[in-house]
């Protein structure tokens, strides 16, 4: 039974280590523009601006991943469904503008 613990606690600390990593990488990309708020810009700079794209992604990814920390089903099942749209969107943007 303990070893059954250990292994459910070194999966949970792998989880919210790979969470953290994908949340915590964008922190520097999030400041890309510091002289202009986000209301400042046009969509379509939003939408085509390689700074704003990867913070999307890498927004999206740490949702998703951060989802598996939810207990209740509903939630949970959103804050993925959130996050692969805010990812894949990210990435299907990026593609088009290239």
């Known amino acids: 039974m303990n070893h059954t613990i250990t292994q459910s ?7 919210l ?5 994908a949340l915590f990488a964008g922190v520097p990309l999030a400041g890309a523009h510091p002289g202009h708020s986000l209301t400042d810009a046009t969509v379509a700079h939003l939408v085509t601006s ?3 794209l990867v913070v999307l992604v890498l927004l ?4 998703f991943l951060s989802a598996q ?3 209740q089903r ?3 099942r959103a ?3 959130a996050g692969c749209v805010a990812f894949f969107g990210g990435v ?3 593609g088009l503008r290239a």
């Open 92 to 94: 299907v943007l990026f």
């Open 17 to 21: 280590a790979a969470a953290s990593v």
């Open 69 to 71: 920390f939810v207990q």
């Open 60 to 63: 999206g990814a740490g949702m």
């Open 9 to 15: 606690l070194v999966t949970h600390a792998r989880r």
């Open 79 to 81: 804050l993925q469904a």
């Open 50 to 52: 390689p700074g704003h």
């Open 74 to 76: 509903l939630p949970r």
